[in-house]
């Protein structure tokens, strides 16, 4: 398995502003994933993060708003830039072990 | 196109009864599941998986069947148990990627 640690779990941030999520894995990893969960919504694939190159993002998410770093195998960063109301959500990193994915706890986004 | 769907957004069982959470699928390349167990304020945890070259697999309480040609999965709980309330998802990778395609999910209520 694989111990993700996710901070911070719950944030109230005011529309136009930026947040940055951070997530540390006890291992090292080649891929770390970044999914978001809108309220009653399944959990959607927001980019891969690769150590070492840009972050390949899903149809629908662009870096402008959602800029990824990588700097090492157990770290990344996820920034939701100019918040919107509509950006309000949970947002959760995970990785792959034995085909199986292992998330982090959540960071829960409200904005207002 | 939701490619794995799970129809029923809630189901209320009694305690010590059974359990059956149903998820179907569109993907025929799909060949591999896993279900996942969400808690309030915490991120996804993994709880079973099914290859499709089975069609059952039991870990404990939890057996999950696989019917391929009717493109369905189903995760029973015997006996469920209070600490079973919890949203449920299904997921399956795409084919060849670490991207995985989530349900919507199912929360489960076990009533005391």
């Known amino acids: 398995s694989a111990v993700i640690s996710q901070k911070p779990s719950r944030d109230i941030c005011q529309r136009g502003t930026s947040l940055t999520i951070q997530c540390q894995v006890d291992s090292q990893v080649t891929m770390m994933f970044w999914y978001r969960q809108q309220p009653g919504q399944s959990l959607t694939l927001i980019a891969t993060a690769n150590q070492g190159s840009e972050a390949t993002y899903e149809s629908g998410f662009v870096i402008d708003k959602f800029p990824i770093s990588r700097p090492n195998l157990t770290f990344s960063t996820l920034t939701v830039s100019n918040m919107s109301p509509e950006d309000s959500s949970i947002y959760l990193c995970?990785?792959?072990?034995?085909?199986?994915?292992?998330f982090g706890s959540g960071t829960q986004l409200s904005v207002l | 196109d939701q490619q794995v769907k799970q129809n029923s957004p809630s189901l209320s069982v009694q305690e010590g009864r059974i359990s059956i959470l149903n998820c179907d699928y569109t993907n025929s390349m799909f060949d591999y599941f896993l279900w996942y167990k969400k808690y309030p304020a915490e991120g996804p945890t993994f709880l079973i998986s099914?290859?499709?070259?089975?069609d059952k697999n039991e870990d404990g309480r939890f057996t999950v069947f696989l019917n391929k040609s009717a493109k369905h999965l189903s995760l029973h709980i015997v006996p469920s148990q209070p600490g079973d309330s919890a949203v449920y998802f299904c997921a399956a990778p795409t084919s060849g990627t670490y991207k995985y395609i989530f349900g919507t999910g199912t929360r489960l209520k076990v009533l005391a």
């Open positions: 099914i290859s499709s070259i089975k």
């Open positions: 995970s990785v792959v072990k034995d085909e199986k994915l292992f």
